[in-house]
């Protein structure tokens, strides 16, 4: 049922199987294909609709600034508006910002009673009144569900509280909303959360978005309250906080657009300089689909409009406008995806029939399978997503691997993969943050799995087993192993964003500079694409030619990992692809004729300019 391909050129290598359904495989392959290719057009269209974004000032840190240099906040506003800035946020006011703003006036009791002794005054408690002869005491008092009475004191009216009120959310600062707005700028309200207020949401103003502050959204406790808020949200768009996945937004944003907001701590910002700082906003607006970029002021004017100019460079040279950004909802064809599932299902298949012993790549693929979809739970279209990220970037090197262009071969269905990566992980969800990519490390380490279980020999495994462990070992043999694996942990620890082990300030400083000027291309794949070429070129002797293939399938894994950042646009992501890849290849090749260079000349052969001119096969 089954024939053996030629042999390798590597002894250590056994022949790949030629199943007679392996071109059945292939076709299901090419077919599902296009459904992928037609999702891949529909989200590049869409994510082509989205590059709007708007530079949204802090209103409480502009205040700061403004009041340190003697200047009015709407006036420093408008100067930084010349340079970009076009939003601003603005904090719900809580009692305290109502008596700083001279709206109302606060006592102790304990200092009420030396002003007034024998009124019978409560030194514990807190007294609040008007001081404009308005009725904004009366409507804090029924604002929260905490007790309050009034008192006659020295002839006034005091409303006296049970406890220090300072803290409490107090409803919108309504005048200088209403200002914002009518200057045109985009404003970003955000509510407080405390269970002391009676009606959450019921006095929030027609603002264009919305970002809770805290780490869940209100109402995430309670199902009943969290409905309200859907309700009283009306067209106002969620905002969601990069880095701060907030409780409950998941439910809170069903069946309605969201944006992505991104910001830094302002401790953060201290350590940072201005074009470090304009820098990360705009890889987050390029690269991570965020609209508002919620920016602060640094500690002095002329640093702010040096990063606020920065910014808009920077922005301008990638096509970013600066407006108001449109929330629209990513809602691929569901009967497309599904039509999609074959792709990986076949591939996955045809690992498993290409293994030398067939029955072991069977056992293996059904158990990749079950993992991929047990990780995902429910969400069968992310299982299958990671089916697609642990299967392609093995496939080629399964069922192709003794020359050197049978990397072009492995690269080919990598990219045919990421095709499939997308047209099933990237959904509204996905794309929003929400619902990040499951079993990072897994593709990593499933495709190197997947191929060094097809180093297996067509012979009984347990004999293979004994052979393995009786192998006599050298020195010399202890330390690459040694080193590998210690390559191999820490690239495995340094994958994702934010990863167990960081990067050296020459590697950060490198990595700025690449990504300020292209799309930067990923360091696991300028390592892999060549590591991957040296070992096809079958020119270093007996297992190291096994270890760098095994090395090479970290760069065409990491091509998969690319797209499964559902929330950097498509065509970011092929260009960083493709960028790696070219440097990859290039960077391959060299390596190639280097090493055979230096193997002619360590042994003795050759000179330095005829050595390593024969052809690479």
Wanted: charged letters at 15%; a positive charge; aromatic letters at 8%.
């Amino acid at each position: 049922m089954t024939k053996a391909d030629p042999k390798p050129n590597n002894s250590l290598l056994p022949a790949p199987n030629r199943h007679t359904l392996t071109p059945v495989l292939l076709l299901l392959i090419a077919l599902s294909l296009i459904p992928a290719l037609i999702l891949a057009a529909g989200r590049v269209r869409f994510e082509g609709a989205q590059k709007t974004v708007s530079v949204v000032m802090d209103y409480s840190a502009l205040t700061a600034q403004a009041n340190l240099n003697g200047l009015a906040p709407l006036d420093l506003l408008a100067r930084f508006r010349t340079l970009g800035v076009n939003g601003v946020s603005v904090f719900e006011d809580t009692i305290a910002t109502l008596e700083n703003r001279a709206a109302i006036f606060k006592e102790q009791g304990t200092v009420l009673a030396m002003r007034f002794p024998g009124e019978n005054i409560n030194p514990l408690l807190t007294y609040m009144r008007d001081l404009r002869g308005g009725s904004e005491v009366a409507r804090l008092a029924g604002r929260y569900n905490i007790p309050t009475r009034t008192q006659v004191i020295g002839g006034q009216t005091w409303t006296v509280w049970p406890t220090d009120p300072s803290f409490l959310p107090a409803g919108p600062n309504v005048a200088l909303i209403s200002a914002l707005k009518a200057q045109g700028y985009v404003t970003v309200y955000r509510p407080y959360d405390n269970l002391s207020v009676k009606s959450p949401g019921s006095d929030w103003p027609d603002v264009s978005f919305l970002a809770f502050t805290g780490n869940q959204v209100i109402g995430a406790r309670d199902p009943a309250l969290l409905s309200q808020i859907r309700a009283r949200l009306g067209r106002r768009v969620p905002a969601i906080i990069e880095s701060t996945l907030q409780k409950g937004m998941d439910e809170l944003i069903v069946g309605r657009p969201a944006v992505r907001l991104f910001s830094i701590s302002g401790a953060w910002q201290d350590l940072l300089t201005p074009p470090e700082v304009s820098s990360k906003f705009v890889l987050a607006a390029r690269e991570r689909s965020h609209k508002l970029l919620y920016v602060r002021p640094f500690h002095t004017i002329a640093e702010t409009e040096s990063f606020l100019k920065s910014l808009k460079t920077g922005l301008d040279k990638w096509g970013i406008a600066i407006g108001t950004p449109v929330a629209a909802a990513y809602e691929p064809s569901t009967a497309l995806r599904w039509l999609c599932v074959v792709g990986p299902l076949a591939a996955l298949l045809l690992i498993a029939l290409s293994y030398p012993l067939m029955r072991l790549g069977l056992i293996v693929a059904a158990l990749g399978l079950l993992v991929s979809l047990g990780l995902n739970g429910t969400q069968l279209f992310s299982g299958f997503a990671l089916v697609s990220a642990i299967s392609f970037p093995a496939l080629g090197l399964v069922t192709r691997r003794e020359r050197v262009s049978d990397w072009f071969v492995a690269t080919g269905f990598s990219l045919v993969g990421v095709l499939f990566v997308s047209a099933l992980g990237a959904s509204r969800d996905s794309m929003l943050g929400l619902d990040p990519f499951r079993g990072v490390g897994l593709t990593l380490l499933a495709p190197i799995a997947l191929v060094a279980l097809s180093f297996l020999p067509r012979q009984d495994i347990r004999k293979t087993v004994s052979q393995i462990y009786a192998t006599p070992l050298k020195l010399g043999d202890i330390i690459i192993m040694v080193l590998g694996t210690a390559a191999f942990a820490l690239v495995f620890l340094r994958r994702g964003n934010t990863s167990a082990v960081g990067v050296s300030d020459a590697e950060a400083k490198v990595r700025q500079e690449l990504q300020d000027s292209i799309i930067r291309p990923r360091f696991k794949e300028l390592l892999g694409h060549p590591l991957l070429l040296l070992g096809l070129s079958g020119i270093l002797p007996g297992y190291f030619t096994l270890l760098l293939l095994l090395g090479g399938v970290v760069g065409q894994a990491s091509i998969l990992n690319t797209f499964s950042h559902f929330h950097t646009p498509l065509l970011i992501s092929f260009q960083r692809a493709f960028i790696g890849l070219g440097v990859g290849l290039l960077l391959g090749y060299a390596t190639v004729y280097a090493v055979r260079l230096v193997l002619r000349l360590w042994q003795g052969r050759g000179d330095w300019t005829n050595a390593g001119r024969r052809e690479i096969n």
